[in-house]
């Protein structure tokens, strides 16, 4: 499979805990996206990288949440000190131009 | 980002076309349309866009009224799996992110 791979796939985590989601894109993309989405409601942008600069983080990205993406490469999105209204999914994209944009399945964080 | 507004939910009966409206009404000039649609329990998937003229692909037909107000895609012939929720989204071209709103669910029926 050559598309963009995120993983875990689950997380159930306690609240206060740390947790990482690693986010493979399609190789040779250089832009690299991560969303959030709720139940019920479509996914909200979350960063945006070109290569290895993050280049724009929404509000929605609290002192709480980080993203890196050291080589250009793969991505990583932490949340540190999950709270129960970080339950979501994370989505992963990537895209070699801005308008079409190959979204990955997804990592479905629980948070209790 | 123009805001959309689209019907949140519309049913098909299997093998005939859908048609899924969406009202951008402030658009502007260099705001393109995109239509991603969104699979139960999958990430996003993009259909198509186009800034003024009609477009077609493998997957659909977009169709842009003259003003630009407003735009329909087009599923020829829909199957069971096309069944999905569908958003209809206006960024200026360059711009990185998507600004998804609550879209259409479609349900094909058979």
């Known amino acids: 499979d050559t598309g963009v791979s995120q993983n875990p796939r689950h997380k159930i985590t306690k609240r206060g805990q740390n947790v990482t989601f690693r986010c493979d894109p399609i190789?040779?993309?250089?832009?690299l996206y991560w969303y959030r989405q709720t139940l019920g409601q479509g996914p909200e942008f979350l960063t945006y990288?070109?290569?290895?600069?993050?280049?724009?983080k929404s509000r929605l990205l609290s002192d709480r949440f980080s993203a890196e993406r050291p080589k250009g490469s793969f991505s990583t999105l932490e949340i540190q000190r999950t709270e129960q209204g970080d339950s979501a999914m994370y989505l992963c994209?990537?895209?070699?131009?801005?308008?079409?944009?190959?979204f990955g399945e997804g990592s479905w964080l629980t948070v209790v | 980002d123009a805001k959309t507004t689209q019907p949140p939910s519309m049913d098909c009966a299997e093998g005939r076309a859908a048609n899924l409206p969406c009202n951008h009404s402030?658009?502007?000039?260099?705001?393109?349309v995109y239509w991603y649609r969104q699979i139960h329990s999958q990430g996003p998937q993009y259909i198509i866009h186009?800034?003024?003229n009609n477009e077609t692909n493998e997957m659909a037909s977009l169709i842009i009224t003259e003003d630009r107000k407003s735009s329909t895609l087009i599923l020829p012939h829909a199957t069971l799996r096309d069944t999905a929720v569908y958003y209809c989204?206006?960024?200026?071209?360059?711009?990185?992110?998507?600004?998804f709103g609550q879209g259409t669910r479609l349900t094909i029926n058979p």
């Open positions: 990288f070109q290569n290895e600069a993050q280049l724009e």
């Open positions: 402030t658009i502007s000039g260099n705001e393109y």
């Open positions: 186009g800034l003024k």
């Open positions: 994209a990537s895209s070699l131009n801005p308008n079409t944009i190959y």
């Open positions: 989204i206006v960024r200026v071209q360059g711009a990185q992110k998507l600004v």
């Open positions: 190789s040779e993309h250089n832009r």
